[in-house]
């Protein structure tokens, strides 16, 4: 650890889980994953860390507590809405709808691969295309459903099929209900994945494709497009705005 340099806390409250990481400049020095972050996992991460800097990203609602202690505890705070400065220009039609996730993605990819257009696919809860055009413009993206959403749908809205999960064996042609069901999700996604680069890389011949998520590792070897996986490419996102914002 660089001993002058000011540590950002990089904290993203997502549907399911909330990942936090601690950044020296652009380098990832800890990571963690909590089901329900407490104030004591926050007081053990200052305890450790002498951090100054901070974001906060969530897609599940304003959390004022949580704000008022990391207001609290460091020196420079973002909490990520519509204000805050972003290093690309969005063209979102609604930006005060746009998810902060899928904004942190944007800018995370073309932090990595600036003056690139760019595809970047976030296999979760929920699957997000969104699409970045060189020298670094949102124009905006799509979502639908992720796999665990889509197994449960078909259980949930249907009276008799059974509710299946995510295996690594994945047939073309389902022979039972259960396998069916599988191949039916699985595949489907991916045909869809790669029907979006296929037509997307029609339009726009150089473009890089990110997928990332926690579902990503599933999705990476089934695709038949070259893609590069990055699965802290929300973090990486956050941890650039919050640069971008503090930048003398």
Do not use: C, W
Request: net charge negative; no cysteine.
């Amino acid at each position: 650890m660089k001993g002058n340099n000011k540590l950002n806390l990089i904290i993203e409250q997502g549907n399911s889980a909330t990942k936090l990481a601690v950044y020296d400049q652009q380098q990832m020095i800890f990571s963690a994953v909590y089901e329900d972050l407490k104030e004591a996992d926050l007081l053990n991460l200052f305890s450790r860390f002498p951090l100054q800097r901070g974001i906060l990203s969530s897609v599940i609602g304003r959390d004022n507590e949580l704000i008022s202690y990391l207001n609290q505890r460091l020196e420079r705070f973002l909490f990520l809405d519509e204000n805050v400065r972003l290093p690309i220009e969005i063209r979102y039609q609604t930006p005060h709808t746009l998810g902060r996730d899928r904004i942190a993605v944007a800018v995370g990819a073309n932090y990595l691969q600036p003056e690139r257009d760019l595809l970047v696919i976030d296999a979760g809860t929920a699957i997000t295309y969104e699409v970045i055009v060189s020298p670094g413009v949102y124009l905006g993206g799509n979502i639908s459903p992720g796999m665990t959403t889509r197994f449960k749908a078909l259980n949930r809205f249907t009276r008799q099929l059974p509710l299946v999960n995510s295996q690594e064996d994945v047939p073309l042609i389902g022979t039972s209900t259960e396998s069916a069901i599988l191949a039916g999700v699985v595949n489907g996604i991916v045909y869809e994945m790669d029907g979006y680069i296929d037509t997307l890389r029609s339009k726009y011949p150089g473009l890089y494709v990110f997928l990332t998520g926690g579902h990503s590792i599933y999705f990476e070897k089934r695709l038949k497009n070259t893609i590069f996986a990055a699965i802290n490419l929300v973090l990486t996102g956050l941890n650039r705005i919050l640069e971008y914002n503090v930048e003398d």
